[in-house]
């Protein structure tokens, strides 16, 4: 199985940047079409953008679109996540997520394998 592993989080003030990284171990991360994810507390996990095993294909949701964009590059078993223009309601625990399922999903109960997750807060 895969281990994932985010990192790139921290306090940003409102309008700011920040890029996530997920590095993965164990396995290739080729096999994996990839999500990010979110969760702010008292909320229930929150799907934000997908990309597919090749990088040809991603999926945004209407919270992250025109803001957040995700990358990969499988030669570095990493996937990225690009957050511009971050408001304080983006403030959460941000996670990485792999499926090795063929059918594309943004249901995070069909993400087989995550990250622990990196905290980004943001500032007004």
């Known amino acids: 199985q895969v281990q994932l592993a985010e990192s790139g989080g921290g306090l940003v003030q409102a309008g700011g940047s920040l890029r996530l990284s997920c590095a993965a171990s164990?396995?290739?991360?080729?096999?994996?079409?990839m999500g990010w994810f979110r969760q702010a507390p008292g909320k229930e996990r929150e799907f934000l953008v997908r990309i597919s095993r090749s990088g040809s294909i991603t999926r945004t949701s209407d919270s992250a679109k025109g803001r957040f964009t995700i990358s990969r590059d499988n030669t570095k078993n990493t996937v990225y996540l690009q957050m511009d223009s971050l408001k304080p309601e983006d403030t959460a625990v941000y996670y990485c997520?792999?499926?090795?399922?063929?059918?594309?999903?943004?249901?995070?109960?069909?993400?087989?394998?995550w990250g622990q997750g990196t905290q980004v807060t943001v500032s007004s």
């Open positions: 997520a792999a499926d090795r399922g063929t059918v594309p999903t943004t249901l995070p109960q069909r993400f087989e394998y």
């Open positions: 164990g396995r290739t991360l080729s096999e994996y079409a």
